[in-house]
Nanobody, 123 residues
Framework: QVRLVESGGGSVQAGGSLTLSCAAS????????MGWFRQAPGQEREGVAAISRDAYTIYADSVKGRFTISQDKAKNTLYLQMNSLKPEDAAMYSC?????????????????WGQGTQVTVSS
């Protein structure tokens, strides 16, 4: 089992930046891929970015050039640096993990999920 705990959410003005963190514990040696997902009220959860253990990354088109996913394997921590935030980026951001190497941003391919951290962006 893998446990994921997110932190770093908050309120920011449009154009601002935030960095989210996701601390993994448990059988972290089994993790092949970690990702960030978000869900706004009334909308489906969508993939934002993912990174494999070998640092292969995937980004949603909507965040390319603005968000950066990274990992500190020694600390078992995943990060999401979010720059140039827009009101449409506001959502509950969740961290997810799976044993396989990253296969995309489909929520169905991720086995473990955190509870989420809220990001609010004001215009």
């Amino acid at each position: 089992q893998v446990r994921l705990v997110e932190s770093g959410g908050g309120s920011v003005q449009a154009g601002g930046s935030l960095t989210l963190s996701c601390a993994a514990s448990g059988q972290t040696y089994t993790i092949g891929c970690m990702g960030w997902f978000r869900q706004a009220p009334g909308q489906e959860r969508e993939g934002v970015a993912a990174i494999s253990r070998d640092a292969y990354t995937i980004y949603a088109d909507s965040v390319k050039g603005r968000f950066t996913i990274s990992q500190d394997k020694a600390k078992n921590t995943l990060y999401l640096q979010m720059n140039s935030l827009k009101p449409e980026d506001a959502a509950m951001y969740s961290c997810a993990a799976d044993k396989s190497r990253c296969r995309g941003l489909d929520t169905k391919t991720y086995r473990y999920w955190g509870q989420g951290t809220q990001v609010t962006v004001s215009s």
